[in-house]
């Protein structure tokens, strides 16, 4: 199928690793024109590398923290004339929330709540002028279903959610989507750190935990990135323009609900 999207320009952040890298392997796959924001430079001209090497598309990337405004900045800078804006952030420690102070509340929500939506404004009336718009967030399957131990997570991510079911009502007759991708367990190195941050706090070893973790997917594995980026490519689509607002759950079946 084609997607529709050749030429296009993509905005990824936290594209140098894992859900978002994939994210941008796959929009570069369907000819869209990269811009991949992270704070490491060895990973980021690695996947840059990669994606010029296995592709024919403009890749850019600028290493900064998106979660400041001179990141944002700094990284808008670097395609005026958005089209796609893929949006992620590494998520907030696990722990107690008895042991959480405000000062890790509020960097919670900077990141996962207030970092995207900052994005979003910067770029939307844009896309809406243009009549074409493809806004993705990367947010958690713990929206859906929280996990104790992500109480950082579950409240920031859920705030967004909100905010983006009463966003993205107000633009789909401009051709421009805002959607959600709620991931599971993913064989990312964020999932590795979650894993080692779970066996310390029950007293278990990696390999307890992660026995136990696969035990609880139907699909019996942790997800491939790809098929995250090949989910995200979907929805930045042409084909995607009649979706909006929806929060697309892919966790290899363990979420047990009908809604």
């Known amino acids: ?14 594209g140098s690793k894992g859900l978002g890298r994939a ?6 796959e369907e000819g ?27 890749v850019r990337t600028v290493a900064a923290d998106i979660t400041t405004p001179e990141g944002r900045k700094e990284a808008l800078s670097a395609c005026p004339a958005l089209d796609i804006l893929v949006t992620n ?28 939506i900052e994005l979003i404004k910067s770029v939307l009336d844009g896309m809406i002028e ?8 990367i947010t958690s399957a713990a929206v859906k279903a929280p996990i104790p131990i992500l109480g950082l997570s579950n409240g920031a991510r859920a705030g967004l959610t909100g905010f983006i079911a009463g966003l993205s009502r107000q633009t789909p007759m401009h051709n421009v989507t805002i959607n959600n991708i709620l991931p599971g367990a993913f064989a990312t ?6 894993m080692a941050a779970m066996a310390e706090q029950s007293k278990q070893t990696i390999e307890e935990v992660i026995d136990s973790r696969l035990n609880a997917i139907p699909a019996g ?15 930045c689509s042409a084909q995607a323009s009649y979706i909006t607002g929806h929060n697309f759950l892919i966790d290899g079946g363990v979420y047990n609900g009908t809604l």
């Open 221 to 235: 594995r942790f997800g491939d990135p790809r098929e995250f980026g090949q989910l995200c490519a979907y929805i």
């Open 23 to 28: 994210c941008a392997e796959s929009l570069a």
């Open 130 to 137: 243009r009549k074409f718009g493809r806004i993705v967030n």
């Open 189 to 194: 190195e964020t999932m590795n750190g979650r």
């Open 1 to 14: 199928m084609n997607f529709g999207i050749k030429d296009k320009w993509g905005l990824v952040c936290a």
């Open 32 to 58: 869209v024109n990269v811009v991949i924001v992270a704070r490491g430079t060895e990973a980021l001209a690695e996947t840059a590398a990669h994606i010029g090497n296995n592709t024919e598309v403009e």
């Open 89 to 116: 952030a590494g998520g907030p420690p696990a722990g107690n929330f008895r042991d959480f102070e405000i000062a890790d509340w509020e960097k919670a929500l900077h990141a996962n709540m207030l970092t995207p």
